[in-house]
């Protein structure tokens, strides 16, 4: 996939390589030497990664350790996220491949997810350099996993109502509140993604995943803000797990 970035090559490549820049878009923490990168987004969910081959502002290749996928398929893959990096105009243009999938059914939502994943995790990314670049960001993370269908989750998500108009969406939460935003992208029953005006021009991602075959789905509800205090953040994700176990028990 591709996505056009309001910054230069030498900002975005900085995003990609270097920790403190990582965990402005990316993961919750991450740990980068010259020959790996760690990432981690807390509950096991962990990509341990070495660096296999890098060319300054315009190249990157991540190779996955290669039992990263035990639960998915008995034969052990290798698999890699590439960024090709190309200036246009004093933008930039950010292409992604990630590859290696097996071809076992076993993989699917393994390669839905990620599919999905980087349309909302390239989006963080152009939301950060384009509008906090420099900021550290707090970060609110609801999650709970359900035996419920995908479908069933996203109706409790949604029974307050959900609008879009001319890009920019109204939504009425489960905890009364109201968010409205420019809406990023919008994928039901898995994902929705948005700007979040109240919070200082946050983002808003809701998904629901299932991580490997015959697991539970995972609701997902995340909050990533800059320049909001880190209490009033905390308190945003309190009342969204308060919720979540409300809604499912």
């Not at 979040?196 to 509800?221: C, K």
Request: net charge negative; glycine share 8%; charged share 25%.
């Amino acid at each position: 996939m591709s996505r056009e970035i309001s910054a230069p090559v030498e900002a975005v490549w900085k995003a990609l390589t270097e920790a403190e820049e990582l965990q402005r878009w990316f993961p919750l923490e991450a740990v980068v030497s010259p020959a790996e990168v760690k990432l981690t987004w807390g509950g096991g969910i962990d990509w341990n990664m070495e660096i296999e081959e890098q060319k300054e502002n315009e190249y990157l290749r991540w190779g996955y350790d290669k039992e990263h996928h035990h639960l998915v398929g008995q034969q052990a893959r290798r698999l890699a996220v590439e960024f090709f990096l190309e200036a246009k105009k004093g933008n930039t243009m950010l292409r992604i491949v990630h590859s290696g999938f097996g071809e076992e059914e076993s993989w699917d939502d393994l390669y839905d997810g990620v599919r999905r994943g980087w349309q909302t995790e390239s989006l963080s990314l152009k939301h950060y350099l384009e509008n906090h670049a420099g900021t550290n960001r707090v970060v609110a993370l609801a999650e709970i996993t359900s035996k419920k269908t995908e479908q069933e989750l996203w109706d409790l998500l949604m029974a307050g109502g959900i609008t879009m108009q001319n890009n920019q969406y109204t939504y009425n939460t489960p905890l009364g509140d109201i968010y409205e935003g420019e809406l990023l992208f919008s994928n039901p029953p898995q994902d929705l993604c948005g700007t979040l005006q109240h919070l200082n021009n946050a983002m808003l991602r809701i998904s629901i995943e299932r991580f490997y075959p015959g697991a539970d789905n995972t609701i997902w509800v995340w909050i990533g803000a800059y320049g909001i205090p880190e209490p009033q953040i905390k308190e945003v994700k309190n009342k969204w797990q308060e919720k979540l176990q409300q809604l499912i028990p």
